[in-house]
C-alpha cells in the first residue's frame, strides 16, 4: 500500500521540520513548497491526498490559495489544513462560514502530535502489510485477553456476591457479637453488684463469727460459773446437812435436858412443898 501523499505550503523553515518530524514516521510522504504558486502547480502536477497552507506566505495570502483549491475541478475535493502564526480565531471563525472553507484550522504554535492528529482524523493513516498483520495480531491478542478478563469478571463477580452474603452473615455475626457483648456487660455488672453483695455477706458472717466466738466465750465463763455454783451448792447442801444433823442431835439433847429439867423441876416443887410455912 503506497504512502499517503501530504503537500506542505510554508516557508517558515521551523514548521516545515516540526510538520515533517511529526508525519513521515507515521509513513505519510511530505512535499513542501516554499511559496503558494509553486505549490499549487506541485499539486495540479502531483495531485496530494492533504494540503496544509500557510497564511502567511511570501506571494499570496494562504486564504487565497485555499480558494484556488477549492475552485479548481481536480484540486477540490482535497482536505485543507490551514495554519498560522498571525490569524485571530475569529479570522478562523470568519473564514469557516465561507463555501470555500478548510477542513481544519490550527494556530500556531502547535504540537507534532496536534498536526498528526488533525491529518489522521481527515485522511486516516498509512500502515504497511507488515504492520497491519501486526496490529491484527495485536488485536486477536487483546480480544483473548478481554475474554480472559470477561471470564475473570464473572468469576470476581460471583467472588463479590459470596464476599456479600459473606459480610451478611458478618453482620449478623456482628449484631449477635454485640448483643453477646452487652449481656456479657450486665453479667459483669451483675458479677460486681453480687461482688459488692458477697462482701456485705462475708462482713456480716465475719461479725457472726465474732459474736460467736463471743458468745461461746461467755458460754464457757458461765459453764464455768456454774460448775463452780453448783459446787457451791452441792458444798452448802453437805453443810446444811451437817447443820441438821446437829441441830436434831441438838434438839434431841434438849430433849433430853428437857426431860431432866422437869424432873428437877419436880423435885424442886417436892422440896418446897416440903419445906417449912414461916
Known amino acids: 500500500?503506497?504512502?499517503k501523499k501530504i503537500l506542505l505550503i510554508d516557508n517558515d523553515i521551523e514548521y516545515q521540520a516540526l510538520i515533517t518530524n511529526a508525519l513521515e514516521p507515521a509513513n505519510y510522504r511530505i512535499n513542501t513548497a516554499l511559496d503558494g504558486e509553486s505549490g499549487f502547480q506541485l499539486a495540479q502536477k502531483d495531485r496530494p491526498d492533504l494540503v496544509i497552507i500557510a497564511i502567511e506566505l511570501q506571494d499570496?495570502?494562504?486564504?487565497?490559495?485555499s480558494k484556488r483549491f477549492r475552485e479548481d475541478e481536480g484540486l477540490?475535493?482535497?482536505p485543507v489544513i490551514l495554519i498560522s502564526r498571525d490569524a485571530k480565531p475569529k479570522d478562523f471563525e470568519q473564514h469557516r462560514k465561507l463555501k470555500i472553507r478548510a477542513d481544519e484550522y490550527l494556530l500556531k504554535p502547535f504540537s507534532e502530535e496536534v498536526i498528526l492528529s488533525k491529518v489522521q482524523n481527515l485522511i486516516g493513516f498509512h500502515i504497511t502489510e507488515k504492520e497491519f498483520e501486526l496490529m491484527q495480531e495485536h488485536l486477536n491478542s487483546m480480544i483473548q485477553e478481554k475474554i480472559l478478563l470477561d471470564d475473570r469478571i464473572n468469576t470476581l463477580e460471583k467472588e463479590n456476591d459470596e464476599l456479600k452474603a459473606a459480610a451478611g452473615s458478618m453482620k449478623d455475626m456482628q449484631r449477635a457479637l454485640k448483643e453477646s457483648r452487652d449481656k456479657e456487660t450486665e453479667l459483669l455488672k451483675q458479677l460486681s453488684e453480687s461482688k459488692e453483695h458477697t462482701k456485705v455477706i462475708d462482713k456480716w458472717l465475719t461479725e457472726a463469727n465474732?459474736?460467736?466466738?463471743?458468745l461461746q466465750k461467755d458460754n464457757d465463763k458461765l459453764t464455768k460459773e456454774n460448775t463452780a455454783a453448783k459446787t457451791e451448792i452441792e458444798n452448802a447442801r453437805k453443810k446444811v446437812n451437817e447443820l441438821n444433823t446437829a441441830l436434831n442431835a441438838l434438839q434431841s439433847r434438849i430433849k433430853k435436858n428437857s426431860s431432866s429439867l422437869e424432873k428437877v423441876e419436880g423435885l424442886l416443887n417436892q422440896a418446897l412443898v416440903q419445906l417449912p410455912k414461916e
Request: hydrophobic share 30%; charged share 30%.
Open 210 to 214: 465474732e459474736s460467736k466466738e463471743r
Open 76 to 78: 477540490k475535493n482535497i
Open 60 to 65: 499570496a495570502n494562504g486564504y487565497l490559495i
Open 1 to 3: 500500500m503506497p504512502s
